[in-house]
C-alpha cells in the first residue's frame, strides 16, 4: 500500500532514495526511480547513499541527495577523470554538497581551473527532480552493514593498494582474518543492540529489558546486565520539546550510547548503539519522526499491527533546502 500511495500521490519523474533491497519493488510497484537496487548494488552510490543515510547533519544529507539525484555518481566521476585520487575527489564533493553555488565555486578554484570547477558544479549543484527518503525497519535493523559502506576508508586502501608486499600479506589471511581486518580499517565493528522493551515504570525511572534503567527526571542511565555490562553508557540520546537530545556521561565506562524512544503513547524502548549510529539522521529520523528537521517533511506512516513491519517516506523540501543554501553568505 505505501508503494502504491507513493505512486498515486508523487510526479512520475519523482525519486525513491533509500538502501538497495526494496528498489526493484519500488520500480516495479511504485514506478518510480530509485538510487540504486538489486542489480546495481555494485555501483558507488552505495558509498554516497550510506553517507547520506549516516550523516549527523540534514543539509549535509540533502547535499549528498542532491547530488545524488541529480547526476548519480558522475561528479565523482568527473574529478577521477582530472587526474583526482578518489580519496581526494571524495573530500571535494563533501566540502561543497552543503556549500552555496557561489562558496562551492571559490572553494573549488583553489585547486582547480574554472572550466572544471564549473564542469563539476554541474553535476552537484543542480535542479534536483522531485525526491523522497524511504525507510523501513529492516533497514534499520540491518543498518551495520550501511555504516560498513559509509566508512569505507578509501585513503588506508589506495595506501595497501601501493603496497604490494602488504597486498601480498592481505591475499594469504583466512577468511575470519580478512573480515576483522575489513571492519580493522574501517575503525572497527560497530555496536547495535536488539530492541529493548519496557518492562516496568517505578516513579520516573523506566526499566528495560536486559538490565537497562533510564531516569526520565535527571535523564541519567545505569546498566547492569550480563550480556551489556555492569555501570554507565557513554551517552543517552533522547527526543524532548527542545529537539534532538544528546547527554554525555563523564564517569562511564560502558562503550555504548543508549538511544531512547516512545513505542507508543505510554510505553518506552531504548537500543544499546554506537554514537555514530546514534547521530545519524537515518535513525533520528526513523525512531523520533521528522519534528528535528527543517526540510525532510511527512509523508506516509504505515505499519501492521504488532509494528514489526514499519514503512516511512519522507517528501523533500528542495525548494525550502535550495533556497536556504543559496542565501547562506
Avoid at 72 to 77: F, I, M, R, T, Y
Avoid at 95 to 117: D, M, S, Y
Avoid at 190 to 199: C, G, I, P, T
Amino acid at each position: 500500500h505505501a508503494l502504491l500511495t507513493i505512486k498515486e500521490k508523487t510526479p512520475q519523474d519523482s525519486i525513491v532514495n533509500t538502501w538497495w533491497p526494496p528498489g526493484h519493488f519500488i520500480k516495479a510497484i511504485a514506478e518510480r526511480r530509485v538510487t540504486f537496487d538489486g542489480a546495481t548494488i555494485n555501483v558507488p552510490q552505495a558509498f554516497w547513499m550510506g553517507r547520506a543515510l549516516y550523516s549527523p547533519s540534514e543539509k549535509k544529507t540533502l547535499g549528498i541527495l542532491r547530488m545524488l539525484n541529480t547526476s548519480a555518481n558522475k561528479a565523482s566521476e568527473y574529478l577521477l577523470s582530472q587526474g583526482k585520487k578518489l580519496s581526494e575527489t571524495v573530500d571535494i564533493i563533501e566540502e561543497i554538497v552543503v556549500l552555496p553555488k557561489t562558496r562551492a565555486k571559490e572553494f573549488l578554484l583553489k585547486t582547480l581551473t574554472e572550466q572544471q570547477a564549473d564542469a563539476l558544479l554541474l553535476l552537484t549543484h543542480g535542479q534536483p527532480p522531485p525526491s523522497c527518503l524511504f525507510l523501513y525497519n529492516d533497514l534499520i535493523e540491518s543498518n551495520i552493514g550501511i555504516g560498513f559502506a559509509a566508512r569505507w576508508n578509501i585513503k588506508k586502501m589506495e595506501e595497501i593498494n601501493t603496497n604490494p608486499s602488504l597486498l601480498e600479506k592481505i591475499r594469504k589471511l583466512k577468511r575470519a582474518e580478512y573480515i576483522s581486518l575489513l571492519w580493522e580499517l574501517q575503525g572497527g565493528m560497530l555496536r547495535y543492540s536488539e530492541l529493548l522493551n519496557q518492562a516496568e515504570q517505578r516513579d520516573e525511572k523506566i526499566y528495560f529489558d536486559q538490565g537497562i534503567m533510564v531516569d526520565l527526571k535527571d535523564m541519567t542511565v545505569q546498566a547492569s546486565s550480563k550480556k551489556f555490562g555492569t555501570g554507565t553508557p557513554r551517552s543517552l540520546f533522547y527526543n524532548s520539546k527542545a529537539g534532538s537530545m544528546k547527554k554525555e556521561f563523564m564517569n562511564a565506562n560502558l562503550p555504548y550510547s543508549v538511544f531512547l524512544f516512545k513505542t507508543d503513547d505510554t510505553h518506552y524502548g531504548c537500543i544499546l548503539m554506537d554514537e555514530i549510529i546514534a547521530e545519524s539522521v537515518m535513525v533520528q529520523l526513523y525512531f523520533w519522526g521528522p519534528g528535528n528537521f527543517k526540510y525532510i517533511e511527512p509523508f506516509i506512516d504505515e505499519h501492521d499491527l504488532t509494528r514489526q513491519t514499519q514503512l516511512f517516506a519522507f517528501k523533500i523540501n528542495w525548494e525550502g533546502f535550495l533556497r536556504d543554501l543559496e542565501s547562506n553568505p
